[in-house]
């Protein structure tokens, strides 16, 4: 009776999800036009709209692409606390960009290839510190917070030696979508595209690797292997976003936990895809609201930015939330 | 009666042309003097004698010293400065080992080194080394902040002048500029009568958007003064994006040159989709843009290089039509979102595949 009332809930939070998901890319598509469209000066205005459309485009797929990938993160880790720029993919990612342009100046295919190198080395420096001091929630964030700081460091370091060549260098420090164009789509394509195919992968796997090691092995998962994908999918793919637009955070950390907080479940056949739609209406909203609203005070002012700003206190909230509930 | 009003009208008119307070002790003989100075930030310097050993922090400053010459009494300078291709700057330091103090943003400012230099004077930026003060004050070094890099107007430059010549009572030479300066102003402003009331965006860099001088900006009053239009209407130095640009509809842009060549300016430029607008764009020389940017002597040739820059492009192409295209664009993008979606669902579908096999 019990299992077959467990069941009935289970199966009825799944349809939840798949209408959200529904809804959510309907609400998606709207967005998308309206953003496009709103108070076009001339409706034949050729510039402007490809120029929206670029931007649009650009932070649907960013957003699409980190609220993915901190799903991913946040489920093969178990840690609710994590996303790619918290375990300092992003500046890892932005330390090797920098690099690379000053070795060769800034290249469309060494930029994303750097930026791959460069953020994987940075997660695995992160998850072997993590593991190293205990593997809690605290160990994943304390050493995330070491990387970040230095990669972060000698990111700056760097863009004092890069941006007397390439003015773009600074637009890396705080992620931006006023300079997106055409010539991003291929990098946005991989990268949503590596994420996209992982997640029929991973979606079930996830849900057992949640369970514990030995839990997910006795359900024919190999936990290392499942792990190791979803970490590498989720650093490639996020790095690659970094190298196109510079460093956004919090999408990834925010999105997982409205996701699971719509659906009430940690099901990530459902929270995997709704944390992505979650993740690019979430950054084209803030886009729009920089684009549309503050450019006609302050100026353009980084959309990586204003996301930290709504982010961090998130994140903060998160953290104490956990801490009082005795959460290490 | 006549010798009296005249004095009168000088005695009114000074203290309006430089805004400083000199006391009645200062004169132009090179003899011991007290010389009260209120500076940009407001604040009130007393000099006992005239500074021989001089700092200065920003490229401006260096260039009025040479140019009021004064040289001689300057024993260190800023990163810029000590390359600083004009008025003979960057061989005069080097022959007469004058020390680089870093710089020029404050925090790059090596405070050690004016420490070891002894000065008897710093010249600093109020745009660009206000939190030193602190440290300069604890060290009793005594400090004099001049507009540099946050001049609002071509005043605040004659400000920042009338300052250097009141300590070393150059007066005179300091009115000569003025005049000069207006008078280059007056004549290129006929010379582009043509062209008044033309909408003109000052592009100054390109990272995390495209940077515009705004209004409040010496860059503003340039063109004002010029009789051309600024159609960045917020006030300061801010971004913005290809929208926006568009928006404000000028019918040139002028943008200056920015960290390494001209080629690579044109080339960020190219990158931002300015040149799509179809408006024309100019890219001044870094001599031309150091003159339109450094509030300085060198803003005497900057009428002439906006002038020169505005004829030659204007006159080679019909620069008031913008060359906006009409044709719809929806089924291009349109395309593209079907191709984006696509590879979503293509990577969905591999994913799936590949799920069948046993990992």
Known sequence: ?328 | MRFILITLCLLVLTPIVFPVSVSLAANNSAEPREVYIEDALNRKVVLKRVPERVVSLAPSITEMLFYLDLQRYVVGVDSISYSDPYLNISSYVKEHEVTDVGGYWWSAIEVEKILELDPELVLADKGGHTPLLEVFERYNITVIYLNGGSARSLADIYFDLGILATIYGLSERASEFMDLVDNAFAQYRDLLKPYEGLKVLVVVGVYNGIWVAGRATFIDDVLSRLGLVNVANSAGWYAVDLEKISELNPDIVIATQMAGSREETINALHDTGIYDLGVPVIVLSQEASDSLQRPGPLIQYAPSHIYNAITSMLQTQNALEHGQGTESPITELSLIAVAFIAVFVIGVFIGFVIRGRKL
């Open chain 1, 1 to 328: 009776m019990l299992a077959s009332m467990a069941a009935r809930l289970h199966y009825s939070r799944i349809a939840l999800g798949v209408i959200l998901v529904a809804v959510l890319s309907a609400l998606l598509i709207c967005l998308i036009y309206w953003s496009v469209h709103y108070e076009l000066p001339n409706p034949m205005d050729t510039l402007i709209v490809r120029y929206r459309f670029n931007r649009v485009l650009s932070a649907v797929t960013a957003g699409l692409v980190l609220g993915i990938a901190g799903a991913s993160l946040q489920g093969c880790l178990k840690n609710p606390l994590v996303d790619h720029y918290i375990l300092g993919v992003g500046s890892g990612a932005l330390f090797a960009v920098l690099l690379s342009i000053l070795v060769y100046g800034y290249s469309l295919s060494i930029a994303p290839i750097a930026a791959m190198a460069g953020g994987l080395l940075a997660l695995s420096l992160s998850i072997f510190i993590a593991e190293s001091i205990g593997g809690t929630d605290a160990s994943y964030v304390l050493a995330g917070l070491g990387v970040n700081a230095l990669f972060s460091g000698l990111s700056i370091m760097l863009t004092y030696m890069v941006a007397m060549r390439y003015a773009f260098a600074i637009y890396f420090l705080v992620g931006s979508f006023t300079l997106a164009s055409d010539k991003y789509y291929l990098t946005m394509l991989v990268s949503a595209f590596i994420l996209l195919a992982s997640y029929p992968i991973l979606a079930k796997p996830l849900n057992a690797v949640l369970l514990g090691d030995e839990h997910a092995k006795q359900l024919g998962y190999n936990p290392r292997i499942y792990r190791f994908l979803a970490v590498v999918s989720a650093g490639i793919a996020s790095s690659l976003i970094v190298s196109c637009f510079g460093i956004i955070g919090f999408i990834g950390l925010v999105s997982p936990h409205i996701s699971r907080f719509l659906i009430k479940s940690v099901d990530h056949r459902v929270v995997i895809p709704l944390s992505g739609l979650v993740g690019a209406i979430l950054l084209l909203l803030t886009d729009d609201f920089v684009r549309l609203i503050l450019s006609d005070y302050v100026g353009e002012i980084p959309t990586g930015a204003i996301v930290s700003i709504f982010g961090a206190p998130f994140f903060l909230t998160l953290l104490l939330t956990r801490f009082r509930r005795g959460l290490r």
